[in-house]
């Protein structure tokens, strides 16, 4: 079952703050981020477990609401740097894969 | 090599033609994944192996075919290629099933 990621697309100016959403509607134990750079590889951010705290990293972080089946991704303060799609990526309970979403299109401008 | 390698880069292929697509990595981990990359529908899983020896399918395993003979290679062959085979492959590897993936540079491929 694909996560939906919702906005599909955003445009921000360097320092204004985006959250982009993930949802699924199984039972989810874990949630992963990746970003993606055009013509690049995909790149972890961070996963999510059940029962596991919000993660950070500098001025990215994330949350999972385990009852919602929802995780958001919190950029802060953008950078240029931080254009991109990023996906995030759903492991069911019982399952050993990890199903990702359609993607997010973030393009930050000066 | 340092990570996880991909090859070719590209590859144009005429439709009905047998292709392998490679991979390699050197962080000895168990897990390996192949997943395509279509414009508006994300990364979808092909194949993956949890350790050598065993394979399973993904969403879309359908004219795909993998080995996993020993831990570092993960080959992708496409029997008969078709044009709705047309793509970017990705190959990421894990250590685990809920640990980072570290992707491959991918594989371009036309199938005219």
């Known amino acids: 079952q694909q996560p939906v990621q919702s906005p599909q697309a955003v445009i921000l100016r360097e320092g204004e703050d985006a959250v982009i959403n993930c949802s699924s509607s199984k039972a989810l134990y874990s949630v992963h981020w990746y970003r993606q750079k055009h013509g690049e590889a995909p790149v972890f951010l961070m996963i999510?477990?059940?029962?596991?705290e919000q993660k950070g990293h500098e001025k990215i972080s994330a949350s999972f609401n385990e009852k919602k089946q929802q995780s958001s991704l919190y950029l802060t303060a953008s950078q240029l740097s931080y254009s991109g799609t990023y996906f995030c990526?759903?492991?069911?309970?019982?399952?050993?894969?990890?199903?990702f979403g359609k993607g997010m299109k973030l393009t930050v401008n000066p | 090599i340092a990570g996880i390698t991909q090859a070719p880069t590209s590859q144009i292929l005429a439709a009905g033609r047998r292709m392998t697509l490679r991979c390699t990595q050197d962080m000895r981990h168990n897990a390996m994944y192949w997943y395509r990359q279509d414009l508006g529908l994300g990364l979808r899983l092909i194949h993956y192996s949890n350790t050598a020896g065993t394979t399973g399918k993904g969403e879309v395993p359908d004219g795909y075919s993998v080995s996993r003979a020993n831990t570092d290679d993960f080959p992708l062959t496409l029997a008969s290629a078709v044009p709705s085979q047309t793509s970017v492959y990705f190959c990421?590897?894990?250590?685990?099933?809920?640990?980072?993936?570290?992707f491959g540079p991918g594989t371009r491929l036309t199938v005219l």
């Open positions: 990526g759903t492991v069911q309970g019982g399952s050993e894969k990890l199903v």
């Open positions: 990421a590897s894990s250590s685990g099933e809920n640990n980072e993936q570290f």
């Open positions: 999510l477990l059940k029962g596991g």
